[in-house]
């Protein structure tokens, strides 16, 4: 059972270590998930064994990402073993390794790491049957496929490689304008020649 937790946060390394096997799952045939891949406050999400060739991107709002897939790929890579090359330009389906069963209160949301930033990757992460890249709503419960594409050359992934990261949220702990507004006149951030700067100009 997870540690108790505010009533709106970000879930922490200690909680997420908590939720393995739970609310964080692996494929059937997965390798199971690292203690290395758990970050003080996110954790690193793998690529799986199987990508596909697309003609397009696509949102998965209506319809199983099944189904999507099957219309618009153009070929099936095997990410095992030795990996396989991904051709700058193309956008590219991959299956995740990592699966999500979360609890009603729970939710997600994903953010690539900064190593796709240094092969100039574009990656974004699908959840069926949610309008919205990069998050899953509460209680989600399903498979994930990170969208990628290169951008600059091409790239080599093979299965294993980390592109992206989840962050589990407990309500909205996001602060308000007004609640920003409050944190900066007591310890403002923004400086010029002649101290902080003022809130109304930040």
Not at 92 to 106: C, K, N, Q, T
Not at 142 to 158: D, I, Q, T
Not at 190 to 198: C, E, L, Q, S, V
Request: hydrophobic share 35%; aromatic share 6%.
């Amino acid at each position: 059972m997870a540690p108790p937790a505010a009533p709106q946060s970000i879930l922490i390394d200690r909680e997420l270590h908590s939720l393995v096997d739970l609310a964080l799952r692996v494929a059937p045939d997965g390798l199971p998930i690292a203690a290395a891949q758990i970050q003080p406050a996110s954790m690193d999400l793998r690529l799986g064994r199987r990508a596909w060739a697309m003609r397009a991107g696509f949102l998965p709002s209506g319809g199983s990402i099944e189904a999507h897939r099957e219309e618009l790929q153009d070929g099936i890579l095997d990410l095992s073993s030795e990996g396989t090359r991904l051709e700058r330009g193309r956008v590219y389906l991959v299956e995740l390794e990592e699966h999500l069963a979360l609890p009603s209160d729970v939710s997600a949301r994903f953010n690539p790491r900064s190593s796709t930033g240094r092969c100039d990757l574009f990656t974004r992460v699908l959840c069926a049957g949610h309008p919205r890249f990069d998050e899953a709503p509460r209680g989600y419960r399903g498979k994930l496929y990170l969208e990628v594409c290169p951008l600059s050359f091409a790239v080599h992934l093979r299965r294993g490689d980390r592109l992206c990261q989840v962050r589990l949220q407990r309500g909205d702990p996001g602060l308000s304008t007004e609640e920003l507004r409050e944190v900066y006149r007591e310890t403002p951030l923004a400086f010029d020649k002649d101290g902080p700067i003022p809130e109304h100009r930040v």
